[in-house]
């Protein structure tokens, strides 16, 4: 008896096409020994769509994306098309059309990989961002241009529903691991958005038994993480500070080359996707040196959502131990390829137990 999963795959631009396919192999594996198997179904959507169509995507593909459980997605990015494009084209209304409100991004510390922090050993958080509200809102705009009293407004809108839901999100996920949650705020500061944040963010934590909340001002925040970020386990940040906080996280415990994130609509109304944090990468297109860590982590994101939990922590443990001791690319100072990488953690994960 096996189980079948459909899933979307987008595997976008630049390295994206070389990523892809290795975290797509290494799925299979894990699928082979643990009774499921996927059904991928490939759009070639992105720059190359754009540049013949004039659209990242044709015009139902919302609609076509919708009859899958997950999308599973490379990235997007071209250096002769402007990000608004990109971003506005397809990532951004996959997130918004599917109601992906929580933005997952893990950051583990891996021995054996570099960091700039003096003692990263042991951090392990995962940040729950707002994905789809606060501050980057369309509300908003440029007064009197070019005159002495030009002005820019830029609105922040939190919404109770909006605000709740990835509170609620958040405490169910830090009750499933440490219990500690961190609500990132600057309620002395921004004066209507934040308090109301706080306020919501507390009342939804109160419905979860056995959570304990701490609401902690976003610069003390930052450099907390910097100084002892073994001190935090689930963070829930607004869509700025989540941002800014989840790329922060990744630079301390490595290369960006390593880090997933998953676009989650946790009702499962609509399929949640799946990307790593990096994007395409042109610099290093084409050359076989992207490092595939940062798409197999998110694919076993994929399935831990998808409830291959067992699975999922074999990818994660087989990518820890050939991160430790095996092949490496480039930018973890190695000399191996994307293949090698991949290769090593394909036979790590089968020959394991
Ligand atoms: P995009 O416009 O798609 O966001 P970008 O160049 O702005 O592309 P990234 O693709 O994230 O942003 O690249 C930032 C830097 O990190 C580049 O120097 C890139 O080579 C490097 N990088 C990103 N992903 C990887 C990876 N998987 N392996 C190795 N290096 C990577
Ligand atoms: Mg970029």
Not at 189 to 202: K, L, Q
Request: charged share 20%; glycine share 10%.
């Amino acid at each position: 008896m096996s189980t079948h999963y459909s899933v979307a795959v987008i595997a976008g631009d630049g390295i994206g096409h070389e990523v892809v396919p290795a975290a797509m192999d290494i799925v299979d594996a894990a699928g082979s020994r643990h009774g499921f198997s996927i059904d991928w179904t490939p759009y070639p959507w992105g720059s190359e769509h754009y540049r013949t169509h004039g659209t990242m995507m044709p015009t139902d593909g919302l609609d076509r994306l919708a009859q899958h459980e997950a999308v599973f997605f490379g990235a997007v990015g071209a250096p002769d098309i402007p990000d608004h494009i990109t971003l506005w084209g397809l990532l951004i209304p996959i997130r918004r059309g599917f109601q992906q409100y929580v933005n997952l991004r893990p950051a583990r510390h891996v021995k054996g990989v570099r960091s700039p922090l003096a003692e990263p050993d042991g951090t392990d958080l995962m940040i729950v961002r707002e994905n789809v509200e606060g501050e980057y809102s369309e509300v908003g705009g440029r007064f009197g241009r070019g005159t002495d009293a030009e002005l820019a407004v830029q609105e922040a809108v939190f919404t109770r529903k909006g605000t709740a839901r990835v509170a609620a999100y958040a405490a169910e996920l830090a009750a499933r691991r440490s219990g500690k949650l961190t609500s990132a705020t600057k309620s002395n500061g921004i004066i209507h958005s934040m308090p109301f944040w706080d306020e919501v963010v507390a009342e939804a934590v109160a419905q979860q038994p056995g959570v304990e909340l701490r609401s902690v001002l976003i610069d003390a925040l930052a450099a907390a993480m910097v100084s002892r970020p073994q001190q935090f386990d689930v963070i829930v940040a607004s869509n700025l500070f989540g941002d800014i906080l989840s790329d922060l996280a990744a630079a301390c415990v490595g290369s960006i080359g390593v880090a997933a994130s998953a676009n989650l609509n946790p009702e499962r109304t609509y399929p949640s996707m799946f990307e790593p944090v990096h994007g395409s990468a042109p610099d290093i297109a084409g050359r076989g040196i992207a490092n595939p860590v940062g798409q197999i982590s998110t694919a076993a994101l994929m399935l831990d959502f998808l409830g291959e939990t067992k699975a999922a922590a074999d990818i994660n443990q087989a990518v820890d131990d050939v991160l430790r001791d095996g092949p490496r690319t480039p930018d973890l100072g190695g000399q191996d390829g994307t293949r090698e990488v991949a290769e090593a953690i394909r036979k790590q994960l089968v020959c394991s137990r």
